[in-house]
């Protein structure tokens, strides 16, 4: 079987560890061109921006998009437009709105837009998944404690307005709770602190309710020093489940459970190669508007100062 | 004609001045019963609450919920679950998570769900959706300012979280850009001043886009002590588009334009009975959706103390 061919735009970190990595090992896809001002890769070609490539490359038809959502907004417009499939990291816009004028415009251009959340992906959330549908969950609790400090170092650009603080990480939490529900659960309370002179919130404390009728409490806490914690604990008619690992492992009242295969980005771009083959797109907004509701019914409180 | 019976929820001030003189007067509807812990209406059948009326009135398929949105939820979903139409003011939930949830719980009972928003009824802004259609709209401006102690005296849960603020007139003017649009625009930057101590933001400032290219500025403001202004400017092909009057009034160039019918709630009625009749529901959640996308890109700011 050949390998289709797929650009790959934005070369920094999570590109480098997680989407080159996937495309190399892929049977489906072969990294063909980088899109990006700064970097490239040995031996692939480089454009420098979105209407260069576009310009220069008919022959690549899939573009995946490892940028923040702020700058990729324009280049997803520009390759959707210009008839390409796109993939958009999570989450899948600064607003709602905007990633759904997206999949408006791929509709309209009849191509594919898949709109990835590498933490649901793997066995471990499909398993949860099962056992939820088939036994029901009644309270659940989110525990996402990261240590900003860690994860995005001197990185000021996480304080900006719109760019979600603790709800960066946290939105994949989400992104596990409503695929493993089959449902999205909406915030009924939400206190977020904000430090001093930072403009996105660095805990949440989240009570969120569904029509199924669980109960949702969610704690997110970027001020975390220990190791990650990355928790879905749900009360199950089978036992308490527990995901750790931000969806990796699964425990079913204490026990370790098999479940196959985890590698996210594998799963992401395989996921990706089938939907371009059958001409469907995947966006589920669920995980992105469940943290806009949160920000929209919020107690907006001011906490210490940060400093790095 | 027999007309349908139809009870409704709520019977407070907006009811009493809107929904009940609508109902009166209604072709389509008889006002059959009210649903109300502390009010009725004479010569009306009063139940005092979803679950008493839904035993007692299986007669009854059509319900309007004329309640704020947070107590509201509980009603609508029972409602649905017992197979009655119902129809929600705007706006059409607390977040945008939970109104999706009804929608698909009436999907499920195959009954209608409508989510009425009473400013973009009427010819006005009918005839400028057509005039924006044919002939393109660049620059638009959102000028929405009232006075909260003549339209809330008092009234301090409008300064709770969740209550929206400004942003509860603003959704008006979201509802009228995006029925003029037709299409929903995006904010891209926003500052929301939020008074020392209370929970929702008395000012906002709003830089919005949208996939057609327009440029949208909006500004809300709940400080005003003048005469309402609630006017919607855009730069068309065909001239300078004004809305005034919260949608009701047209004027192209400065000339006023003859628009018909402009009586919301009757005209919100007729709808309902329309989407009753066609079994089809009507849930346009794009006005609250960009009122949660302001609030998760926002820069949330303290000002003065507000005291009525």
């Not at 990261?146 to 001197?154: F, G, I, S």
Request: proline residues 6%.
């Amino acid at each position: 079987m050949t390998r289709r061919k797929i650009a790959l735009a934005g070369i920094g970190k999570i590109a480098r560890d997680a989407h080159v990595p996937a495309l190399s090992d892929s049977p489906d896809w072969e990294l063909a061109a980088t899109i990006s001002r700064h970097n490239s890769l040995d031996g692939i070609d480089a454009y420098e921006g979105i209407d260069a490539f576009l310009e220069a490359r008919p022959d690549i038809d899939t573009v995946s998009l490892a940028l923040p959502p702020g700058p990729r907004l324009d280049y997803a417009f520009k390759a959707l437009r210009a008839g390409r499939h796109v993939m958009l990291e999570k989450p899948p816009g600064r607003t709602v709105t905007e990633a759904r004028a997206l999949l408006e415009a791929a509709r309209e251009a009849g191509v594919t837009l898949y709109a990835s959340w590498h933490s649901r992906q793997g066995g471990a959330v499909a398993r949860a998944a099962e056992i939820v549908a088939e036994h029901g969950a009644r309270h659940i609790e989110i525990d996402w404690r990261e240590d900003v400090r860690a994860h995005h170092p001197d990185q000021d650009w996480v304080w900006d307005a719109g760019n979600l603080g603790v709800f960066d990480p946290g939105i994949n939490a989400f992104s596990i709770v409503a695929r493993m529900l089959g449902r999205a659960p909406w915030p009924v309370s939400a206190v977020l602190t904000y430090p001093q002179g930072r403009e996105t919130p660095i805990t949440a404390e989240i009570a969120l309710a569904e029509a199924g009728g669980a109960r949702i409490d969610c704690r997110l806490d970027w001020r975390w020093t220990g190791e990650d914690v990355w928790t879905v604990e749900a009360q199950t008619g089978a036992g308490l489940l527990r995901l750790t690992d931000s969806g990796g492992r699964l425990f079913l009242d204490g026990t370790e459970q098999e479940v196959g295969e985890t590698a996210e980005y594998p799963l992401v771009y395989e996921t990706l190669a089938r939907l371009v083959a059958e001409g469907e797109s995947e966006v589920d907004l669920a995980p992105l508007q469940i943290a806009a509701d949160c920000f929209l019914l919020a107690r907006h409180e001011r906490g210490e100062p940060f400093e790095w």
